[in-house]
Each structure stands twice: as structure tokens, then as C-alpha cells.
């Protein structure tokens, strides 16, 4: 009887050991509270931009701080940028302005093929951009597509 006391009481130990250690349920990419994502990246960037695949947060040091940011999969071998970019940049200009944010304009910048928009709340800044980098481009001719475009979030302070 003692014996089967004592590996029951094992079991029940056991399960509330893996009880209290798991992780939790797991999550998508881009939803708030998952282990990959939504734990660094301020609350109003979700739910992460739709047109897009993401990936998890990770971390970036800069400066001796550890920020965060968030990259889509490259949308591969496009030959509009803007059709891909400017409903991201609506999507996100939309949805913090009705949240609070504020766009940075003194820090905005834009080149061929990519753009920053830093939005800033309290004391916490979301810099949403993209990059584009050109393909088969002769040396000292203009960039053109086709090209691979990266859409990026990323936390900065808070």
C-alpha cells in the first residue's frame, strides 16, 4: 500500500512539475503573447500587418540596449515595390494614429527601394520600414526591380 502511495504521489508530482514549467500553448507568429513574438514589441503593432508572412521577434543591441524587431518573409523577385509597401504603410499609419502614435518627422527617411517611419508614444518609439535590395543592376546604372523587399518592425525604448 505504501508503495503505491508513494508512485502516485510521484505521478502527481511530476505532472504538477511539467504543469508549472511548460510554456503554455503555442501561438502564430504575430499573435500577442506567444513566445516568439508580442512579448517586446509594443501592444498596438498587433495583430502584425496581414499581407505579409512574419517571423518571431528578435533581439537587437545597439548602443548597449536591447530593442526588438519583427521582419516578414522577402516578398521575392517583385517589380512594384509600392504595391507591396504602401498598404503596409497604410496599414501600420492607420492603426497607430488611432492608437496615439505619432510619426517622427524629422527622422522619417526614404531612399530607392526602402523607407523608415518612426512613430513615438510616451517614451516608447516603433520604427515600421522596409528595405529593398535590387537585383541584377549593372555597376553605376539606376536601381531597378526586379527586387527582394523585406517589410520590418522594430521596438525602440519603453
Not at 508549472?20 to 503593432?45: K, M, Y
Not at 523607407?115 to 529593398?132: A, D, M
Given at each position: 500500500?505504501?508503495?503505491?502511495?508513494?508512485?502516485v504521489?510521484?505521478?502527481?508530482?511530476?505532472a504538477?512539475?511539467?504543469?508549472?514549467?511548460?510554456?503554455?500553448?503555442?501561438?502564430?507568429?504575430?499573435?500577442?503573447?506567444?513566445q516568439?513574438s508580442?512579448?517586446?514589441?509594443?501592444?498596438?503593432?498587433?495583430?502584425?500587418?496581414?499581407?505579409?508572412?512574419?517571423?518571431?521577434?528578435?533581439?537587437?543591441?545597439?548602443?548597449?540596449a536591447v530593442?526588438?524587431?519583427v521582419?516578414?518573409?522577402?516578398?521575392?523577385?517583385?517589380?512594384?515595390?509600392?504595391?507591396?509597401?504602401?498598404?503596409?504603410?497604410?496599414?501600420?499609419?492607420?492603426?497607430?494614429?488611432?492608437?496615439?502614435?505619432?510619426?517622427?518627422?524629422?527622422?522619417?527617411?526614404?531612399?530607392?527601394?526602402s523607407?523608415?517611419?518612426?512613430?513615438?508614444?510616451?517614451?516608447?518609439?516603433?520604427?515600421?520600414s522596409?528595405?529593398?535590395?535590387?537585383?541584377?543592376?549593372?555597376?553605376?546604372?539606376?536601381?531597378?526591380?526586379?527586387?527582394?523587399?523585406t517589410?520590418?518592425?522594430?521596438?525602440?525604448?519603453?
Amino acid at each position: 500500500m505504501r508503495i503505491l502511495f508513494g508512485i502516485v504521489f510521484a505521478l502527481a508530482a511530476l505532472a504538477l512539475l511539467i504543469w508549472v514549467v511548460s510554456p503554455g500553448p503555442a501561438r502564430a507568429p504575430g499573435e500577442p503573447g506567444g513566445q516568439e513574438s508580442g512579448r517586446h514589441l509594443p501592444a498596438d503593432a498587433y495583430p502584425l500587418y496581414p499581407g505579409a508572412s512574419w517571423g518571431g521577434e528578435e533581439p537587437t543591441a545597439e548602443d548597449g540596449a536591447v530593442d526588438y524587431s519583427v521582419s516578414a518573409t522577402p516578398f521575392a523577385d517583385i517589380t512594384d515595390i509600392a504595391s507591396v509597401t504602401e498598404p503596409f504603410l497604410s496599414y501600420y499609419d492607420r492603426k497607430l494614429s488611432a492608437a496615439g502614435w505619432s510619426v517622427d518627422v524629422a527622422r522619417e527617411a526614404a531612399g530607392p527601394g526602402s523607407e523608415l517611419v518612426p512613430y513615438l508614444k510616451g517614451g516608447q518609439e516603433l520604427i515600421v520600414s522596409y528595405s529593398s535590395v535590387f537585383k541584377n543592376n549593372p555597376p553605376g546604372e539606376p536601381e531597378q526591380c526586379p527586387c527582394d523587399t523585406t517589410l520590418r518592425l522594430e521596438s525602440v525604448g519603453g
